[in-house]
């Protein structure tokens, strides 16, 4: 019997409000939006390290003590190359250091000595080793490959933290501060990952689309499975949090002795009028600050097709008549039909 009659209820609500919709009412609904102040960014995120590696002599590769995928430590050995002529050349040397020791000839000795270190740098630039801790991205290279001076072969990362710079237009720098909160959005990634805003330079550059910006430096620490170096994203500084706004077409407010108000529309199609504060939201919008709490159905105050037209006198409505009247009777030309 209670689900009966509420049915009834929401059937005579529904038709008192098509009622007052066909009698050509317009109404507005009082809505909850949420404004976000943020700067919007793109970019490709980096690994907080990157080292090339890569070959300083050339060589055959005599070792491969690391594989693509492994973690490495810093001053781990990954690749060697063959250092059998420097290896030679050291022994011999130390040979000589002997003998001249023995003799005592202290002048030649100190040489020896300095040829000795120039000997050893020869030796480490005949490995390739990992310069921080961190993970091989990629490595291509087996023993027995013959490589020259400064050929690429793979790629030390560390991922710790992800960085990226980032545009931002020059009307937004004033609203940068650092450790702002910055939400990135990856395509490979379902979930927003939060990061925040490390720093930006006090001066601006110019792009080759002719607009001035300042790169800002943003960073992730708290990097999730799944997301990599060189990875894409969108996303956005927030200057503030996020704000939940009651938001209504400016028509539906009306204005009473200085005070605004809005006529509610209740399910029996009466309306209840009732006292607001409203403030400016965008052009056509205002946010109620007061007297409403949102889902409200409210009577138009006054129509947008005649927000803006200018009220003319008596006078002027009969001049602006007579000119559309002769305007008519021109564009009609001598088929039109015979004047009044």
């Known amino acids: 019997m209670g689900a009966a009659?509420?049915?009834?209820?929401?059937?005579?609500?529904?038709?008192?409000?098509?009622?007052?919709?066909?009698?050509?009412q317009e109404t507005y609904v009082v809505r909850t939006e949420t404004y976000e102040n943020a700067i919007q960014i793109a970019g490709t995120v980096a690994a907080a390290k990157s080292q090339t590696?890569?070959?300083?002599?050339?060589?055959?590769?005599?070792?491969?003590?690391?594989?693509?995928?492994?973690?490495v430590k810093k001053g781990d050995l990954i690749v060697q190359l063959d250092d059998t002529e420097q290896q030679y050349n050291l022994a011999n040397l130390d040979y000589e250091i002997s003998v001249a020791r023995q003799n005592q000839t202290s002048g030649k000795l100190k040489l020896m000595q300095t040829q000795r270190i120039s000997l050893l740098r020869k030796i480490e630039d005949r490995k390739i080793v990992a310069t921080f801790d961190g993970v091989i991205a990629a490595l291509d290279v087996d023993p027995g490959d013959y490589l020259e001076a400064k050929d690429e072969i793979g790629t030390l990362v560390?991922?710790?933290?992800?960085?990226?710079?980032?545009?931002?237009?020059?009307?937004?720098?004033?609203?940068?501060?650092?450790?702002?909160?910055?939400?990135?959005?990856?395509?490979?990634?379902?979930?927003?990952?939060?990061?925040?805003?490390?720093?930006?330079?006090?001066?601006?550059?110019?792009?080759?689309?002719?607009?001035?910006?300042?790169?800002?430096?943003?960073?992730?620490?708290?990097?999730?499975?799944?997301?990599?170096?060189?990875?894409?994203?969108?996303?956005?500084?927030?200057?503030?949090?996020?704000?939940?706004?009651?938001?209504?077409?400016r028509y539906a407010i009306g204005r009473e002795k200085g005070m605004a108000f809005a006529e509610i529309i209740g399910r029996d199609g009466k309306t209840t009028k009732v006292e607001v504060t409203v403030e400016p939201y965008g052009l056509n919008y205002v946010n109620i600050l007061s007297g409403l709490t949102?889902?409200?159905?409210?009577?138009?105050?006054?129509?947008?097709?005649?927000?803006?037209?200018?009220?003319?006198?008596?006078?002027?409505?009969?001049?602006?008549?007579?000119?559309?009247?002769?305007?008519?009777?021109?564009?009609?030309g001598a088929g039109g039909p015979p004047p009044f």
């Open 5 to 24: 009659f509420l049915v009834l209820i929401l059937r005579l609500s529904r038709a008192a409000m098509e009622k007052s919709a066909a009698a050509g």
């Open 53 to 71: 590696l890569k070959s300083l002599n050339d060589g055959t590769v005599v070792g491969v003590y690391k594989n693509e995928g492994d973690v």
């Open 158 to 249: 560390n991922t710790d933290y992800l960085t990226a710079d980032v545009e931002v237009a020059e009307t937004d720098v004033a609203k940068l501060k650092v450790g702002q909160k910055v939400d990135f959005t990856f395509p490979a990634y379902d979930d927003t990952v939060e990061g925040y805003l490390v720093s930006y330079p006090a001066i601006g550059e110019v792009t080759s689309r002719g607009a001035t910006v300042v790169n800002a430096t943003v960073r992730i620490d708290n990097v999730p499975d799944g997301i990599l170096p060189n990875f894409s994203f969108t996303g956005k500084i927030q200057i503030t949090e996020p704000e939940q706004k009651l938001v209504v077409e």
């Open 294 to 332: 949102g889902g409200e159905m409210l009577k138009a105050q006054s129509s947008a097709g005649e927000s803006g037209r200018m009220r003319i006198s008596k006078k002027g409505e009969k001049a602006q008549k007579k000119n559309n009247n002769q305007q008519q009777g021109g564009m009609m």
